[in-house]
């Protein structure tokens, strides 16, 4: 009697420690199906419409024309990888501030905004490889006054000082750390910046360094230029974090269009032609 009690306890004791490694393995297959369940890019493919937020207005990466239409860089690269994909291409405007909130509550598919890779930024979105290299510069109203008392950033960081950036730009995040003691002011449009300085509201607008170059050109003369330490920051595509099979795809892509020769006809023409500046209000 006691011989069979003790062979069923021992049976049932070998039962139960079977159940927690059931229940392990059954929730690793879970996870595992879970991790499948991407369908990031056959929902851009089966709903044949590709939605992209950018924020017009970064020249000359998004803009838009004088018929209200879109144009830039980034916008050449997303039209080329919706022909890719073989669907349509719906641009939507956001404020950059507020683009990655609309990406992540589903408004887009992507962000293609001349948008740089921070680790703030990676905590919240799926970058895709580099689509540009850049950097920030400064610029100052060309004068006397400012050619003898401003060399750099340092120079500017005095209190009484004001310099205006884009909120929520790389320029913001940076101005954000370093400066001590001059204020900052943000604004909601790149060319409210330029506008600022040249009124008198600000001593400097601090932006992306091909932006500035262009705002220099554009405006003969009126601008001193001044580096920052920021003289390389990589531009990225950002998806959502589970989003992998469509930035893998993306990537895809951009390695195609860098290859066959369909990126550096888009640079060219936007940074060294030039000639859409004529589309283009000033």
Do not use: H
């Amino acid at each position: 009697m006691k011989t069979s009690y003790l062979k069923f306890i021992i049976r049932a004791f070998s039962l139960l420690s079977v159940i927690p490694s059931v229940n392990l393995f059954a929730v690793a297959l879970g996870q595992e199906v879970l991790k499948k369940e991407d369908l990031s890019l056959q929902k851009v493919q089966n709903e044949k419409i590709l939605k992209v937020c950018s924020d017009a207005g970064f020249l000359p990466f998004e803009m838009k024309n004088l018929k209200g239409d879109w144009m830039g860089f980034d916008i050449d690269m997303m039209k080329e990888y919706s022909k890719f994909l073989s669907v349509e291409l719906k641009m939507i405007q956001i404020s950059f501030d507020g683009i990655i909130p609309a990406l992540i509550s589903g408004k887009c598919d992507m962000i293609a905004a001349g948008m740089t890779v921070t680790p703030e930024r990676k905590a919240m979105v799926l970058f895709s490889d580099s689509t540009f290299i850049s950097g920030l510069s400064i610029a100052i109203k060309n004068n006397e006054k400012n050619k003898s008392e401003y060399k750099d950033l340092n120079s500017l960081d005095k209190k009484g000082n004001k310099i205006a950036v884009k909120t929520g730009y790389t320029s913001d995040i940076f101005l954000s750390k370093t400066l001590k003691n001059a204020q900052l002011l943000k604004f909601d449009q790149d060319s409210d910046l330029v506008l600022a300085v040249l009124q008198g509201r600000a001593n400097a607008f601090v932006s992306d360094s091909t932006y500035i170059d262009l705002m220099d050109k554009g405006n003969k003369n009126k601008f001193i230029i001044l580096p920052t330490k920021i003289v390389s920051d990589s531009f990225s595509v950002a998806g959502r974090k589970d989003d992998f099979e469509l930035m893998k795809n993306f990537n895809m892509f951009l390695k195609q269009w860098k290859g066959n020769g369909g990126y550096n006809k888009a640079k060219k023409y936007y940074f060294e032609d030039q000639i859409w500046r004529s589309q283009v209000a000033n």
